[in-house]
């Protein structure tokens, strides 16, 4: 099972809006509505972030937000700030081998 | 307040073996659903095992099926994962982490425990 394709990097300012893609196939991200994402900070536990593409969990702030589209998946910040750099994943239920994980994204904030 | 604390990390030789274990608390462990996943030196996450909250239900990556054991001890409120026949490409940190809604949703992580295969 190859993981989802994200882009290895994305950059912005304080105050923009980035988006974050999440590639896969009718077997993971298009055929159902599992799709996560998880903000890491190198050497602290991953986050959750976005859950069944576009729920946030409680205590998450709403500028982020995810979408799916087909078989790519999205995770939008808006108004950037400088705890948001960070690594970010997507992960997908998969019908081959149930976990599927994207490449990873490294955001840095200008 | 949800914690999970893993341990059992180490040095270990090619062809050795390794038991991680994952401490639960601040929830209701045996309600749960967990997971391993692991992030290897550089690289991204990897999903490793998942077991349901009675431990029937379990299920392996292809990378380590054959080698490694999920296992729980509801009593315990603790996580396990036995590795044997441990290779290289095993060496990453391991992250127990926990579902939440779905299955399908990791809502809790630990720190991570580091786990380096080499001679």
């Known amino acids: 099972q190859s993981a989802l394709t994200q882009p290895a990097s994305v950059s912005g300012s304080p105050g923009q809006s980035i988006t974050i893609s999440c590639t896969g196939t009718?077997?993971?991200?298009?055929?159902?509505?599992?799709v996560s994402w998880y903000q890491h900070h190198p050497g602290k536990a991953p986050k959750l972030m976005i859950y069944e593409v576009s729920n946030r969990p409680s205590g998450v702030s709403n500028r982020f937000s995810g979408s799916k589209s087909g078989n790519t998946a999205s995770l939008t910040i808006s108004g950037l700030q400088a705890e948001d750099e960070a690594d970010y994943y997507c992960s997908s239920y998969t019908s081959s081998t149930n976990w599927v994980f994207g490449g990873g994204t490294k955001l840095t904030v200008l | 307040e949800v914690q999970l604390v893993e341990s059992g990390g180490g040095l270990v030789q090619p062809g050795g073996s390794l038991r991680l274990s994952c401490a639960a608390s601040?929830?209701?462990?045996?309600?749960?659903?967990m997971n391993w996943v692991r992030q290897a030196p550089g690289k991204g996450l990897e999903w490793v095992s998942y077991i349901s909250s009675s431990s029937s239900t379990i299920f392996y990556a292809d990378s380590v099926k054959g080698r490694f054991t999920i296992s729980r001890d509801n009593a315990k409120n603790s996580l396990y994962l036995q590795m044997n026949s441990l290779r290289a490409e095993d060496t990453a940190v391991y992250y127990c982490a926990r579902a939440t809604g779905s299955i399908w949703t990791l809502g809790y992580w630990g720190q991570g425990t580091l786990v380096t295969v080499s001679s």
């Open positions: 009718s077997s993971d991200v298009g055929g159902y509505n599992y």
């Open positions: 601040g929830f209701t462990f045996s309600a749960y659903s």
